[in-house]
């Protein structure tokens, strides 16, 4: 029987310290090619997580469909940043379409 | 801004992203005792170490009868791309004193990466340049980090008699606010391309447990808009 709070200590250490990794050391200026590289981290990281969170919302299944509201509503979202560049606008916008999607197919649990 | 203004707009800006982490902080302290953990262990866990993916993938492995170095060593892998969002606001830390930057890097998830990088690198620093940001970060953090020990309370508590959350869909919340934040970010070829191929090879290898496929997609994404940026750089030379 594997102690319990020992895995929490030590998921607590490793988490940590993948968090800090770079706080830690705040004398350190990165060369140019690091710098110039960390410009695409939020984009490469955001699309990589929003993109097969549409395609493949459960994570598993592909679905190409029109019966996927976070495919769709996911493009309406899309639209709307790209015309408005308004954070609110996208979100509001994209969770309204997400949810009436979801209420015309009949996928809430109402 | 002031100090106060900054942290109760970032604690404002997360708040999709509160709405988007209810379900699965219900179903971890829900899930949380059959896979063995007592009621203070899996409130625990979220308190110390606050890693949605990481508590998932612990829960499962613990249910499969995994050892502590299997586990310890799948978090670590889990947990890679949070060195990626040290490293990238590292530059925007780096001059706060070590009793900001601990706790800062304790409460950074993906979440608060996110909404803090929009705030940091999105803003221009002329037109924007508040010194108390941290401030937003920490009010960002902090909602987060209350909303997640919240839910695990209520999923420990209450387990199996929430209703079914998850079937709403709320996590397209934080769906709809990565978009908002990543699509305008897309202001040239470079960071079109990054976006681009980011995506295709996270699609490619969705299959990879662990987030690995994440990681893959990002480095891609890192490299090819690297790589395009300094090739359009040696064009403008040519031509001047």
Redesign the interface.
Known sequence: M?D?????????A???A???????????R?PP????????????????????????PD??HWALRLDN??LL??LA??AI??LT???????GG??LC?FLL?WALG???L | MTRSQEFTQGARDMLPMLLGAIPFGIIFGSLAGSAGLSTWQALGMSLLVFAGSAQFIALSLLGAGAGLTVLLLTTLVVNLRHALYSASLQPFVRHLPKRWRVPLAFWLTDEAYAVVVHRYADSDPLADASPNKHWYFLGAALAMYLNWQLCTLVGVLFGQSVPNLEAWGLDFAMLATFIGIVVPMLRNRPQVAAALVASAVALACHALPYKLGLMAAAFSGIVVGVLLERRNERLIEEHS
């Open positions: 594997m319990n709070w020992l895995l929490i200590l030590g998921m607590l490793i988490t940590f993948t968090r800090y990794s770079l706080f830690a050391f705040p004398d350190l990165f090619l690091v710098r110039q590289g960390l410009h695409y981290v939020p984009t490469a990281v955001l699309s990589a997580i929003v993109v097969p969170g549409m395609l493949l994570g598993e509201a976070y509503a996911g979202a899309i940043a790209a560049r308004n954070l609110l606008a996208t979100i994209g969770f997400f979801r996928q809430l649990p």
